[in-house]
T-cell receptor, first 114, second 116 residues
């Protein structure tokens, strides 16, 4: 258990409203990621972080922003939610201390924009 | 161009039979890592197996093995003696470089259904 918690687990929101998803880790890993999962697309990287206040864009970053003010928390914000952002969102951390460096994932957040 | 290609959207296998899930990758890096993850219907992502680009032997983890063919840039997952609990989505992923850029890139996944 890599100690990753996502909140909320489920959310329904209206088009045009801001939404913030939270990822919390308990093991001080440096690298954290936000992915979205959609049928037929697999997991696509939205944003990632390589340290406090160090973030960068991924493949599908338009309409999303992130912040990491503490090592343990990585926040994903949808500034003005659209129906195309209805998806399952996964946070992941990278275990750089292991020989394999596999990513561990949170439980996911199912977001529905109506 | 996709870095990870999984050409089988869906696969079916009989219980106790072996099944191979295909994955090809594209990279110009010499150092990279390949991963397989399982996602059951409950939704969590479960790490299964890893293969490093410099590993000479195919990785194995219990009933899972990774058929690594470097020259062909393929990293197929073989599940031996399939069980009903193996029914899930399977994702192939790659991490490129060894200089700190650990960002995993995922394929689109293969849905595996195991029939009794």
């Amino acid at each position: 258990d890599a100690g990753i918690t996502q909140s909320p687990r489920h959310k329904v929101t209206e088009t045009g409203t801001p939404v913030t998803l939270r990822c919390h880790q308990t093991e001080n890993h440096r690298y954290m990621y936000w992915y979205r999962q959609d049928p037929g697309h697999g997991l696509r990287l939205i944003h990632y972080s390589y340290g406090v206040k160090d973030t960068d864009k991924g493949e599908v970053s338009d309409g999303y922003s992130v912040s990491r003010s503490k090592t343990e928390d990585f926040l994903l914000t949808l500034e003005s939610a659209t129906s195309s952002q209805t998806s399952v969102y996964f946070c992941a951390i990278q275990t750089t201390g292991s020989a394999t460096g596999e990513a561990f994932f949170g439980q996911g957040t199912r977001l529905t924009v109506v | 161009a996709q870095k990870i290609t999984q050409t089988q959207p869906g696969m079916f296998v009989q219980e106790k039979e072996a099944v191979t899930l295909d994955c090809t990758y594209d990279t110009s890096d010499q150092s990279y890592g390949l991963f397989w993850y399982k996602q059951p219907s409950s939704g969590e992502m479960i790490f299964l197996i890893y293969q490093g680009s410099y590993d000479e032997q195919n990785a194995t983890e219990g009933r899972y093995s990774l058929n690594f063919q470097k020259a062909r840039k393929s990293a197929n997952l073989v599940i031996s003696a399939s069980q009903l609990g193996d029914s899930a989505m399977y994702f192939c992923a790659m991490r490129e470089g060894g200089g700190g850029s650990y960002i995993p890139t995922f394929g689109r996944g293969t849905s595996l259904i195991v029939h009794p």
